[in-house]
């Protein structure tokens, strides 16, 4: 049986790393015994847990369920060392992050950093991309999340929130009748965000609020996209404040309706309401919230 769980963890090992290769390093193995192992493991429970290509490994159903169990299992364990363990007071362990990829433009990183140095016990693998992640199936345990959120079986709190700014480029903004509402966008050219509506609310001083669908040739999926096509005067588009004032400092773009206001976009910690590093998890955001000045 010990020997059982302790093929199950290195199957685990091998999903949450998302290679064999990964897994032989995180835990200082030879990739051809970790591919051993997980073979060995799945001869004896007579199921293939993973599919397996020159490019990815990808769970089987049979791999799903074993994996959603041996986290439980590993949490368990991992908890009880915590609480009985000599370094109890001083956090060890392994968070993968996931953030949106123009989060490594901001304050946020600051936060980061300072939660790195301040726990040297901690790997942290950090992956920035404007994918949204599924933190089950990619092995994450904690997402940062930009937007609004909606109804969810996951954990979240709010760590803060940063303003967008609707631009658009000198020569393109040049070219169209200056607008006075919102209303007069709707026959601007528009950059749309592939992660968000394409409806735009816009609220007056007043607290007027106006919606513009607007029409829309080209949809983007970074935000640094939104940001490059407009300084190209494809178009308008909403980005986030510190991408909007890198323009305007650079006279690349300009501040289109300034009277106008955008809803700002969210900043959110996720994660799974069973976590595998459940204190890690909880360090983690608690002081994301105590830190983060977005």
């Not at 953030?99 to 950090?126: G, N």
Request: aromatic content about 8%; some cysteine; glycine content about 6%.
């Amino acid at each position: 049986m010990i020997d059982k769980l302790r093929s199950i963890a290195i199957f685990a090992t091998v999903v949450d790393q998302g290679s064999f290769r990964g897994a032989a390093q995180h835990l200082g193995l030879a990739p051809s015994r970790i591919s051993e192992v997980v073979s060995q493991l799945e001869a004896e429970l007579g199921v293939t847990l993973l599919y397996r290509t020159t490019r990815q490994l990808s769970l089987t159903h049979e791999g799903r369920l074993l994996h959603q169990k041996a986290q439980d299992m590993l949490a368990a364990a991992e908890m009880g060392l915590d609480q009985i363990g000599p370094t109890a007071r001083i956090p060890t362990g392994s968070l993968r992050v996931s953030a949106p990829a123009f989060i490594s433009q901001t304050k946020l990183m600051d936060t980061f950093a300072k939660f790195a140095i301040e726990h040297p016990h901690v790997d942290i693998d950090f992956q920035f991309s404007d994918r949204r992640a599924d933190l089950i199936k990619d092995g994450f345990d904690i997402a940062i999340r930009a937007g609004w959120l909606e109804d969810s079986e996951l954990m979240s709190r709010t760590i803060g929130h940063t303003d967008r700014f609707l631009v658009a480029s000198p020569k393109y903004s040049e070219s169209r009748n200056t607008p006075t509402t919102p209303s007069d966008l709707e026959e601007w050219d528009w950059i749309r965000f592939a992660m968000r509506p394409d409806q735009t609310d816009l609220t007056s001083n007043d607290g007027e609020l106006v919606s513009v669908v607007g029409k829309s040739n080209v949809t983007v999926n970074s935000a640094e996209a939104l940001y490059e096509f407009a300084a190209r005067g494809l178009g308008v588009t909403a980005i986030p404040e510190h991408l909007a004032c890198r323009g305007f400092d650079r006279g690349e773009l300009v501040h289109v309706l300034a009277h106008w206001k955008l809803k700002p976009l969210g900043l959110y910690a996720v994660w799974p309401s069973q976590s595998r590093r459940e204190n890690l998890t909880t360090l983690f955001v608690r002081f994301m919230v105590d830190n983060s000045k977005p």
